[in-house]
């Protein structure tokens, strides 16, 4: 089900963006971090939707940190990679680049499934003060508020693809070829199926 709702937004392999950039960026700036990712883990690997201070695109799922950090909501913290046995030997450790401190907070989209994390990476072994903590976390969630904008449109223009609909007063045009509002295009051309909903069942305008 992760996995799922991952592809609905339609988000892995697409271009830079801004926006996420600027959120990594002040991430990186705010934690005082050299390296800074919007990580989005699938099946067999890590992508990087942003990233700076690192060239990869993506790491294998095996070796990435944010595997760990989106098996919770916390705050997903390792001080010193060398000494965490996790990861004293994971390849990013012993190679490059050189992770000593990382820091992920997870993406939790709406309906409940953590896609990846907005982290911070140091070479050094460290810790994020109370500040930092509480700034990471804010800008988590500006990156999932991006996240589900990106999906809304992509649904929007979805729906604009199938329905012919006006781009000025947002009138649709019906089988008959005469624009409509949309509520009335909705109830002539779409089927009642699922009864009435429980305030209307009350309302004595409607049941009388």
Known sequence: MRLRT????????????????????????????????????????????????????ETPREVAFCSHAI?????????????????????????????????????????????????????????LDSDQQIALLTLRDAVVTQLELRRSQLEFRAVQELLPICSWCHSIRNDEDEWVEPASFFTDEMAVTHGICPTCATDPNVTS
């Open 71 to 127: 098996e919770s909501d916390e705050l997903f913290v390792v001080e010193d990679a060398t000494r965490d046995e996790r990861f004293c030997d994971n390849p990013l450790v012993t190679g490059e680049p050189d992770i000593r401190f990382y820091a992920g907070a997870p993406l939790r989209v709406a309906n409940g499934h953590r896609l990846g994390t907005l982290c911070v990476i140091d070479r050094k072994p460290r810790a």
């Open 6 to 57: 991952l592809a609905l937004y339609r988000v892995l392999d697409t271009a830079a963006e801004q926006t996420f950039d600027d959120l990594t960026r002040l991430a990186a700036a705010i934690c005082k971090a050299p390296i800074g990712l919007v990580s989005l883990v699938d099946e067999h690997r890590q992508w990087f939707k942003s990233r700076v201070g690192l060239d990869a695109p």
